[in-house]
Every structure is written in C-alpha cells, then in structure tokens.
Nanobody
Framework: QVQLVESGGGLVQAGGSLRLSCEAS????????MAWFRQAPGKEREFVAA????????SYANSLKGRFAISRDSAKNTMYLQMNGLNPEDTAVYYC????????????????WGQGTQVTVSS
C-alpha cells in the first residue's frame, strides 16, 4: 500500500520558516520521483519542488529557488521541504506526491498524493 502523510504545517509570521515532512510508506519511497506541490484557495495546484533518483537530482519552481529546499532521508522514508523567508503568497495547502512520470513539474507525473498540510503566513 502506498501512503504519504504530510506534517509540519501551521501558522507563521512573514519572514519566518517552516519545515514540512512527508512520511512515506516503503513502497511510496521507492518511486524515483517525489515532489511537493501547493494549492492556494481558488487557484490551481502549483509545482514547488521535486526530487529524483533518491535525491541525487532536484528541481524547483523558478519563483521559489533560493527560499525552499527539498531533501530526503532514506533511512526514515521521509521527504522534507525547508521553507525560509515565507510571505503571505506562500499560504496554501502543501501536498507531497510520488510517481513514475517523466515531467517533475506536472501533476500528471504522480500517481500518489498525500492529504496535504496547511501553511498560513500572516503579514
């Protein structure tokens, strides 16, 4: 069974930091492609960052480079998203995903999704 469980969301002031975690079942963590997406109210799901080949390759949304960092801990079957310099535009539900597709930034590349964790940034 493939399971992805996000945690670490919450309320933070602008300029603050949060680290999200995605605990994955062993089967989920075996997928070559894992990623974070986010969805703000009234907006489409948006690519944040992806990790391929056990973390040896990473990619980011251009607008988030330098502030967000994706990483994996294979021993814990957990993926992380470190978010720094948060601003109110980062407010969204953040989802982790696992899949076998070829396009890291496209939601269609992912077969499995977590339930999401809410991140709210106050001004």
């Amino acid at each position: 069974q493939v399971q992805l469980v996000e945690s670490g969301g919450g309320l933070v002031q602008a300029g603050g930091s949060l680290r999200l975690s995605c605990e994955a079942s062993e089967r989920a963590f075996g997928y070559s492609l894992m990623a974070w997406f986010r969805q703000a109210p009234g907006k489409e799901r948006e690519f944040v960052a992806a990790s391929r080949f056990s973390g040896r390759a990473t990619s980011y949304a251009n607008s988030l480079k330098g502030r967000f960092a994706i990483s994996r801990d294979s021993a814990k079957n957990t993926m992380y998203l470190q978010m720094n310099g948060l601003n109110p535009e980062d407010t969204a539900v953040y989802y982790c995903a696992a899949g076998s597709g070829s396009s890291p930034s496209h939601p269609g590349s992912y077969e499995y999704w977590g339930q999401g964790t809410q991140v709210t940034v106050s001004s």
